[in-house]
């Protein structure tokens, strides 16, 4: 009798082993099916969303510096808020993608400066807290009023920036059309040291008008997090089979 009933213990335990090494495998399969999923998936919407741009000059200090890779949103002119960093294009001011923030857009008076060194829009004072040294907001006085369908841009180094204030000379606005957008900076991607989304800044938010900004963010962050869980869903589920023979080898 004590025989028989090792047998049928050591089948009962054979057979609960076999269902569980079953569900392992599923299990592990499905991990890495969504895993692919996830990381295929992140990957190709980033790179369909999002194209990379290496800042030229310091003249977006310390938002962003100078040599740094960034990641930009492909964004129509017409989306983009004050506010916004933004990579643009235009013969006036060179033959490369430039990258400025946005600080007017059609319709809007931008100046400076009043009597405390702000810009001010619309006759609103502007507290730019992103701005090198945090003021004054330009070394030289100036006044525009943008047309509509364009842009005023200025860096955030004021003191080196060659932006919109010097093309007030060529075009008597400064402005430029919001056509020449290409995207809109969303994070820094190199150095690794100063890698993260770009910060954003309340600083029009007290303006009227749909472009008072900030944009809403891109699905930039959930992007990586889609493909960082993939990688993680895919190495899991793969590593399963190896560690599920090495326990039963143990056992």
């Given at each position: 009798?004590?025989?028989?009933?090792?047998?049928?213990?050591?089948?009962?335990?054979?057979?609960?082993?076999?269902?569980?090494?079953?569900?392992?495998?599923?299990?592990?399969?499905?991990?890495?099916?969504?895993?692919?999923?996830?990381?295929?998936?992140?990957?190709?919407?980033?790179?369909?969303?999002?194209?990379?741009y290496?800042?030229?000059?310091?003249?977006?200090?310390?938002?962003?510096?100078?040599?740094?890779?960034?990641?930009?949103?492909?964004?129509?002119?017409?989306?983009?808020?004050?506010?916004?960093?933004?990579?643009?294009?235009?013969?006036?001011?060179?033959?490369?993608p430039?990258?400025?923030r946005?600080?007017g857009?059609?319709?809007?008076?931008?100046?400076?400066?009043?009597?405390q060194?702000h810009?001010?829009v619309?006759?609103?004072?502007?507290?730019?807290?992103?701005?090198?040294?945090?003021?004054p907001?330009?070394?030289?006085?100036?006044?525009?009023?943008?047309?509509?369908?364009?842009l005023?841009?200025?860096?955030?180094?004021?003191?080196?920036?060659?932006?919109?204030?010097?093309?007030l000379?060529?075009?008597?606005?400064?402005?430029?059309?919001?056509?020449?957008?290409?995207?809109?900076?969303?994070?820094?991607?190199w150095?690794?040291?100063?890698?993260?989304?770009?910060?954003?800044?309340?600083?029009?938010?007290?303006?009227?008008?749909?472009?008072?900004?900030?944009?809403?963010?891109g699905?930039?962050?959930?992007?990586?997090?889609?493909?960082?869980?993939?990688?993680?869903?895919?190495?899991?589920?793969?590593?399963?089979?190896?560690?599920?023979?090495?326990?039963?080898?143990?056992?």
């Amino acid at each position: 009798m004590s025989g028989s009933t090792s047998t049928v213990g050591g089948a009962i335990r054979r057979d609960g082993a076999m269902a569980g090494s079953r569900l392992g495998r599923t299990l592990s399969g499905l991990a890495v099916a969504l895993g692919c999923v996830l990381f295929l998936g992140g990957f190709v919407w980033a790179a369909v969303a999002y194209r990379p741009y290496t800042v030229p000059t310091d003249s977006m200090k310390p938002t962003v510096n100078p040599g740094a890779k960034v990641l930009a949103q492909r964004v129509s002119g017409a989306d983009v808020h004050r506010g916004d960093v933004v990579v643009f294009e235009d013969q006036l001011w060179g033959d490369v993608p430039m990258v400025k923030r946005v600080v007017g857009v059609g319709g809007d008076v931008v100046a400076c400066c009043d009597k405390q060194g702000h810009l001010t829009v619309n006759g609103k004072a502007v507290d730019e807290d992103y701005l090198r040294g945090h003021g004054p907001a330009s070394q030289e006085n100036f006044r525009s009023a943008v047309p509509r369908g364009e842009l005023f841009l200025l860096g955030d180094n004021r003191d080196v920036s060659l932006d919109s204030r010097v093309h007030l000379e060529d075009t008597e606005k400064g402005s430029v059309p919001a056509s020449g957008v290409r995207a809109r900076v969303a994070a820094t991607a190199w150095p690794l040291g100063r890698a993260g989304m770009l910060p954003r800044t309340a600083a029009f938010a007290g303006l009227a008008g749909a472009a008072a900004g900030p944009s809403p963010q891109g699905p930039l962050k959930w992007l990586v997090f889609s493909v960082i869980a993939g990688a993680v869903l895919i190495l899991g589920g793969a590593a399963y089979g190896p560690l599920a023979g090495a326990a039963r080898r143990r056992r």
